[in-house]
């Protein structure tokens, strides 16, 4: 295997800082440093390169798995995470890499212009090296998303699912979209930590915006109103739809002891009955 020259390093020392110029002009001109400060940029240009000058003074190789590159793999995954928030694209953030490649080569063609051959080989090296850098970033990257991903999924699933107070003692959950395993543990969540806030004795699970309910999804439900019976509140299902209705009693559904009611009025009239509350109509 071929490896980095002595003087492919002297290359890059001597020419860094016309590299560095060349560099964000590539950068510029690609459009990847669109909506980002120049001043932030050309910091991480310039502590890149220096970082990449590091590993190979450490004679470090491609494997950037070893201790070598420590600070250069820390680094890129602190601009993984970054792009990442700035909803910037995996080509966009290994592009900050990849652009680097024509400033490099440029200069080595100059340093090694009487050897041929062996400005073939450290092209090679050099080019397998920036390639693993920039897969390592894409790798970054992706993981970094996902986290970004997750967490926008959590927080739209607690927005999905606000809790209520229709009246004193009384909670209302409307829940609208499908209810899954993960949504239900937030349900479950959310609505037992209001109970405890707000001492409520009923809680009122809404379903009318809930599109189909199958087994699972029944399931679901019941284990939410045992959780809440378990904390001393009543529980009344409402949004009970002729269609909902009847998919119930094809399954075979046992919602026996669970009260339902067709709308969330009849359901808030029923707690408000419950708790011993009587609204009459003004005259």
């Known amino acids: 295997m071929a490896a980095l020259q002595t003087s492919t390093l002297e290359a890059i020392q001597n020419n860094q800082a016309q590299l560095l110029v060349d ?30 000058i590091n590993g190979l003074k ?25 792009r990442a928030l700035l909803g910037r694209d995996s080509q966009q953030t290994a592009s900050f890499i990849f652009a680097l490649k024509g400033p490099l080569f440029a200069a080595l063609q100059n340093h090694y212009q009487d050897n041929p051959a062996l400005l073939a ?69 959310s609505l037992l930590q209001r109970i405890v806030d707000t001492g409520s004795e009923i809680a009122i699970i809404d379903i009318t915006g809930v599109p189909t309910v199958d087994t699972l999804v029944a399931q679901h439900l019941l284990k939410t109103v045992t959780a809440i019976r378990l904390m001393g509140a009543d ?14 009693v094809h399954l075979g559904l046992d919602l026996q002891g669970v009260v339902t009611k067709a709308n969330l009025a009849d359901a808030l009239k029923l707690a408000l009955t419950r708790l011993g509350v009587t609204i009459g109509k003004s005259v």
């Not at 450490?58 to 970054?82: M, P, V, Y």
């Not at 699933?157 to 003692?169: F, I, N, R």
């Open 235 to 248: 529980c009344i299902i409402s949004g009970v739809r002729p269609q909902i209705a009847q998919t119930i």
């Open 121 to 189: 080989e450290q092209l090679l090296e050099i080019s397998e090296l920036l390639d693993n850098l920039g897969l390592h970033t894409i790798r970054t990257f992706q993981k970094s998303r996902e986290e970004v991903i997750k967490r926008q999924q959590e927080e739209l699933l607690e927005l999905s699912t606000p809790v209520v107070k229709l009246w004193d003692g009384v909670l209302a959950l409307p829940m609208i979209g499908t209810l899954d395993s993960q949504r239900t543990q937030v349900v479950m969540e």
């Open 23 to 52: 560099w964000y002009a590539g950068l510029d001109a690609s459009g990847a440093t669109r909506n980002l400060k120049e001043h932030e940029i050309k910091q991480e240009t310039s502590q890149f390169l220096q970082l990449i």
């Open 58 to 82: 450490d004679g470090a190789d491609r494997n950037l798995s070893t201790a070598a590159w420590d600070d250069i793999r820390l680094f890129l995954e602190k601009l993984s995470r970054s």
